[in-house]
């Protein structure tokens, strides 16, 4: 008999197929707040009119606008912004943007709450993970702030309650976690994700497919997550080549960010990530490869590996995508291909003599050491990345 607790996330709320402008109003309205600190993509702000239409809806509520957060959230970044949020005595923070931008929100939280005025201060709570896969978390106090989410991209990194920030002076994306590191809302509107690059958009949906896949094939996996999964798979699967096809499909892309949140269930309650996931975080902060096309080049050889041990649940996956005829493998990598994504790791720019650095930081990754089948070393790493080279 299947055993388990279920948790639910302390998120409020998910405001989706309503524009921006409608849903934010009542945001505000609900959460009472009156400084509000807006961080958003830099070439959003630059090149559209979407943060026009946030400071419309803010007004004089509008306390100040970060829009130069680097890839992987430096934290330098991140501190820098984290001074001005509390210089300005915000009492929220409102996203805009992709990934990089919610981890740093998340941050920004953090810093605030723990005294965080410098760089390296962000040392005495960053997640330890020793070479045999333990974790250790410092103490860590709440966010003394948390934000309302309005992603641009698929990644689903405003549904956790992590945030990987990345020391640029070691070259090394770091972890950091707290339940209430959680946005209180996430504002899903398809029309705000029509001027995010197509690359982006797509890439970012397959790491959303990456988050169902290495679920449904975890050492822990829950009936929640299985369900959920399943259905982000199709979500995504049909979703993500109508986008390719029509850009302007308002109801394909609302599907793909139906899915992406669809993906991230099983990570809120503890259900175990793989190696595409850990080996892909050690791309983005070493070898600065963008998280969805961390995604695009381990997961088909990572499930390859895996097959041994997980084959009929592997099963599901190739039917959850349409592709039944298929190993998971095979299925994932032709719905990459489809979308004219990269497949090896010398199209995302990884130099062969990176390789070697890579292995050794991904026994450092707690995926890694959580992998269905056992990666006991760097030589099993290289191994996968040789595949995917």
Known sequence: MIQGVHRYPPMER??????????????????????????????LNRETDVIDTVRQVL????????????????????VAAANEARAVKADL??????????????????????????????????????????????????????????????????????AGCTDTVRNVKESYAHPLMMPQAVILDPAVTIHTPEWLFLSTGIRAV???????????????SDGMSLQALRLLSSGLPAVKANPGDMEARLNCQLGAWMSIMGSQNGVAKGASHGIGHVLGGTAHVPHGYTSCVMLPHVLRFNEPVNAERQKWVSEALGRSGLSAGDAVAALIASLGLPGTLRDVGVKPEQLNEIAVGSMHDRWVHTNPRKIDGPPAVRALLDAAW
């Open 14 to 43: 998910v405001i989706y197929g309503i524009p921006l402008a409608e849903a934010l109003a009542d945001e505000v309205k609900r959460l009472d707040a009156r400084a509000i600190y807006v961080m958003a993509s830099g070439t």
């Open 59 to 78: 007004g004089n509520r509008m306390a100040g606008l970060c829009a130069k957060i680097g890839s992987h959230t430096p934290r330098i970044d991140v």
């Open 93 to 162: 923070i409102l996203t805009v943007g992709g990934g990089s931008v919610t981890d740093a929100a998340k941050m920004v939280g953090i810093c605030l709450g723990n005294d965080v005025t410098a760089p390296e201060q962000l040392d005495r709570f960053r997640a330890v993970i020793t070479a045999d896969g333990k974790s250790e978390r410092p103490p860590l106090k709440p966010p003394a702030l948390r934000s309302v989410d309005v992603p641009t991209t698929l990644s689903a990194g405003e549904f956790t309650a992590m």
């Open 210 to 224: 990456d988050h169902a896949v290495e679920d449904i094939c975890s050492i822990n996996p829950t009936p929640f």
